[in-house]
């Protein structure tokens, strides 16, 4: 009954900015954890940044001042803001929801729905 669905991937050059959309339910967005994960071949899923069961917003070290999560609580969705782009961003994104209460920076195997992802490219 969770659905998830991500938008606005595409490619840019490095320094360049891109903002990611997590459109699910009102029931979902409300009451569940999310999180964004990033995922490159040969690589396992990371997260990138997350808002727990309190709401509060975490962020992965390698992100932390260049990413943000924003919310738009009418439209159900949850927006990752990503500035100062660098070409190790490169990666499918995926947004994830969870109804358990945890930490937005859990590991990926702890997440229970998932999105379809969303490619970020960025460019030297």
């Known amino acids: 009954q969770v659905q998830l669905v991500e938008s606005g991937g595409g490619s840019v050059q490095a320094g360049g900015s891109l903002r990611l959309s997590c459109t699910t339910s009102?029931?979902?967005?409300?009451?569940?954890?999310m999180a964004w994960f990033r995922q490159v071949p040969g690589k396992e899923r990371e997260g990138v940044a997350g808002?727990?069961?309190?709401?509060?917003?975490n962020y992965a070290d390698s992100v932390k001042g260049r990413f943000t999560i924003s919310q738009d609580n009418a439209k159900n969705t949850l927006y990752l803001q990503m500035s100062n782009l660098k070409p190790e961003d490169t990666a499918m994104y995926f947004c994830?929801?969870?109804?358990?209460?945890?930490?937005?920076?859990?590991?990926?195997?702890?997440?229970?729905?998932w999105g379809q992802g969303t490619q970020v490219t960025v460019s030297s």
């Open positions: 808002r727990d069961s309190l709401g509060k917003l």
């Open positions: 994830a929801a969870d109804p358990s209460y945890m930490d937005g920076l859990a590991p990926a195997p702890l997440w229970t729905y």
């Open positions: 009102q029931f979902t967005y409300n009451h569940y954890c």
